[in-house]
């Protein structure tokens, strides 16, 4: 179908729907540079999704990347990162995706680089800090070595906490390192009051303490959890690394004039003659010219077995080919590949967030504020209450409190499992486009099947050829005439003969009933029933019994024949694909109602349905019909998956609560819909529902954790045992308890890696 029918058809449906067609925009990823915790990349944010001109603005703190929608005529990416630097972040611009891939991995390698240097400096010096502040306190010149390397603990090693914070502050904001900066500073400061001035405190009956081991200990701990996050940050964005690890570097490149020479990816053309060697990577999507190879195509369907390749035959980038060669013409390049629109789909859908997700940010955007008035409301209660050491005591509890409430955990609960989750689909088979999408899987209670492509295999093929007595002889006449016919069934036919091509005259189309052909005088028959009526051919008891078992299982039936008899009856069906009854099963066996529709006759859906274990179809249905019928059941409440590959499928897959496309279907069915199953393997989708399960479990328990250990960590920190139990704690402690929960909720989503999505 012309590119431009399909456009309109899409549109035409999107209408139908009573659906504006917003203005076009643009969609890209930028690597963000500078951000230091999940409030830093709210922040980012923030400030892309107030420019005016951009639609929609998602930043993700675990992989570093911002995804934004917008107006190209309005706004420029320029704009943007000037935007983003005078918030004191940095937005990396760079048109190419693998340089921009490049790019964002460097600076995750760097920023990793400078974070061990600086973390390995802070605690090589707090380590014999907190030896000399645990044994020696009490001698005024151990007082002096502790400020003396607590100084470039606090100052060096520490100084981005600082420096963030005074960016933020600047612009009337709080994040983690605000928490940070001000703990470490308020004990430093302390610390350095009573080592130059105790006898201020002495003159008042409390002892002088000082708390630099304390004020260098978190920063030591926080720098220790923020290297484990950025590691695993690393770890999390593996999907990505390994599909963009699929496409070579270069290929041999045949010019006009017969020569090859190796050159890079980026220079191939459409229409460039490429030609590829046994072992080697496809390095772009195009068509085989000659040549034949088994090609391992596993990337994209999963499926294990390599796929047979010809002249004619489709390749595709980063599909390995086997022990062949072959010659093969470029026709997609660049950004689109299948395997590039692949890995921009992730990544999209990676920078996306799910419904969870925006309520954890919202309570983050309050936390930080809230958890300084709790500080100062907790020194001032220490004031109050403690008439001998309140002062030194509501200074020790009020930093803790701000080492304590980091918002990490919280911040990386959500985008962790959702980064790990898309990207185990995508290793899977399973594209998909947007977190809400993953989400919403596991909600699904009842699923609508298209037919012909989800089924079935969507391509007609001949089961059956009877012929009456020793007709078969006239084999070669009838392959003759179906290799010269335009139907639909003629090539599966053709196909299935393989015959000899022989001189045919007299070539006619019988509109609605078949063809009429011509050999050595004898006028030639391929058609329905009614043509072999009208042409009074008489039909075999063996023949017609044949047709009529053919038609029981819902299978088309040809007819060919001469002047005067028929001379073979042929069976011809699309065939349902092995997978499609085990994939209903599953789906029956998670308590899914499963509907078939189809445009096809009642008896023939009556048969599939029958053959593959449903119990609920419909025949005969118009594509409005089945957007119709789809928000019939979203009507009794439940929440629908439509599952199809043609364009006739688009209005009910954008009206459905999940939109599932097969990967072999239309590109306007796999536009529309919010997943791809490139295999086409409809077993998928019950993977696909498993690995939503799995991936909100991981959210829902990192979010409980993340809580949890707030609700019981602040009012500890704030000192409510003390008057029980006397305990009052440390803020080093505090700092070694914050980077734990961080860590320990990164390390969870990351289990999903090994969880196996299919049963």
């Given amino acids: 179908m012309d590119n431009s029918v399909a456009l309109s058809l899409q549109q035409q449906n999107i209408e139908n729907r009573k659906y504006k067609i917003m203005k076009q925009t643009t969609k890209q990823n930028f690597p963000v540079l500078e951000m230091g915790c999940t409030a830093c990349a709210a922040r980012v944010a923030k400030i892309l ?50 340089k921009k891939a490049e790019e964002a991995e460097v600076a995750q390698a760097d920023r990793y680089k400078a974070l061990k240097k600086q973390t390995a400096g802070a605690i090589c010096l707090t380590l014999p800090l907190i030896v000399l502040g ?19 603990v606090v100052f060096w090693f ?75 940050k690393g770890n999390t964005s593996s999907a990505i690394k390994k599909l963009m690890g699929l496409q070579p570097k270069t290929v041999t490149l045949q010019t006009a004039d017969g020569r090859t020479e190796q050159v890079e990816i980026s220079k191939i053309k459409i229409g460039d003659t490429l030609i590829i060697k046994p072992g080697e990577k496809v390095a772009v999507d195009g068509r085989v010219i000659d040549g034949e190879s088994y090609v391992d195509e596993s990337m994209l369907s999963g499926e294990p077995l390599p796929i047979y390749k010809e002249a004619k035959a489709e390749v595709f980038a980063g599909t390995v080919n086997q022990k062949g060669s072959f010659r093969y013409k470029a026709e997609k390049v660049g950004t689109d590949t299948m395997l590039a629109q692949i890995i921009r789909l992730v990544q999209e859908a990676q920078g996306s967030k799910a419904p969870v997700q925006k309520l954890a940010d919202r309570i983050a955007s309050v936390f930080v504020p809230a958890i300084l008035c709790i500080s100062l ?21 009020a930093t803790t409190v701000l080492v304590i409430a980091c918002p990490c955990a919280l911040g990386l609960a959500t985008p962790t499992a959702i980064m790990v989750g898309i990207g185990k689909g995508a290793e899977n088979g399973i594209l998909i486009k947007d977190a809400e999408s993953l989400e919403t899987a596991r909600r699904i209670d009842a699923v609508v099947l298209d037919k012909t492509g989800t089924i079935t295999e969507g391509k007609p093929v001949v089961t059956d050829i009877a012929w009456n007595g020793d007709s ?69 008891d063996y023949l017609q019994k044949t047709a009529d078992r053919l038609n029981t299982e819902a299978k088309t039936v040809i007819w060919f024949a001469d002047e005067k008899e028929a001379l073979a009856v042929i069976g011809v069906t699309d065939p349902i694909k092995p997978t499609s009854a085990e994939a209903i099963k599953k789906l029956q ?20 349905a029958k053959t593959i274990g449903i119990k609920k179809y419909q025949a005969e249905v118009l594509p409005a019909q089945k957007a119709d019928f789809v928000k019939r059941l979203q009507a009794e409440g439940k929440t629908v998956a439509m599952i199809g590959d043609g364009i006739n499928d688009s209005a009910a897959l954008a009206q459905s609560d999940l939109s599932i496309a097969m990967g072999k279907g239309s590109d306007i069915a796999m536009n529309v819909a919010k997943m791809t199953i490139i295999s086409s393997d409809l077993r998928k989708t019950a993977d696909a529902i498993q690995l939503s399960k799995a991936t909100v479990l991981t959210i829902k328990q990192n979010l409980f954790w993340a809580f949890i250990y707030n609700v019981i960590s602040i009012p500890v920190a704030a000192g409510a045992l003390y008057p029980v139990c006397g305990l009052l704690l440390n803020p080093m402690i505090a700092g070694a308890a914050m980077a734990i929960s961080s860590i320990s909720v990164v390390l969870n989503s990351l289990r999903l890696k090994k969880k196996r999505v299919s049963k």
């Fill in 589 to 608: 066996a998670e308590d899914i109602e499963v509907y078939m529709l189809t445009g096809d006759n009642t008896q023939t859906a009556s048969t599939i």
């Fill in 377 to 397: 409301i907790t020194f001032a209660l220490w004031c109050i209450f403690d008439t001998t050491n309140g002062f030194t005591h509501g200074i020790m509890a």
């Fill in 49 to 98: 999704g107030g420019l005016h001109g951009v639609t929609e603005a998602n930043v993700n703190f675990a992989s570093g990347m911002a995804m934004v929608e917008y107006d190209a005529k309005i706004i420029s990416p320029q704009q943007m990162k000037e935007a983003v630097q005078q918030g004191g972040y940095d937005l990396v611009i760079v048109d190419n995706e693998e």
């Fill in 134 to 152: 645990m044994c020696f306190m009490e001698h005024t010149t151990v007082k002096y070595l502790m400020w003396i390397l607590s100084t470039p």
């Fill in 158 to 232: 520490g100084r981005d906490f600082h420096i963030h914070s005074w960016k933020q502050l600047k612009h009337r904001s709080a994040n983690m390192d605000t928490l940070v900066s001000n703990s470490t500073l308020i004990a430093y400061v302390f610390s350095l009051f009573n080592l130059f001035f105790p006898q201020f405190w002495i003159e008042r009956g409390i002892e002088p303490h000082v708390y630099f081991e304390a004020s260098a200990g978190v920063i030591a701990f926080v720098l220790v959890g923020r290297l484990l996050e950025e590691r695993a």
């Fill in 472 to 540: 078969a002889s006239k084999q070669d006449i009838l392959f003759s005439i179906e290799k010269r016919s335009e139907h639909p069934l003629a090539e599966s036919i053709a196909q299935r003969i393989n015959g000899k091509d022989i001189v045919i005259d007299g070539f006619e189309s019988l509109t609605g009933m078949g063809v009429a052909a011509k050999h050595e005088g004898v006028t030639y028959y391929v058609g329905n029933l009614r043509l072999m009526t009208e042409q009074g051919v008489s039909v075999s």
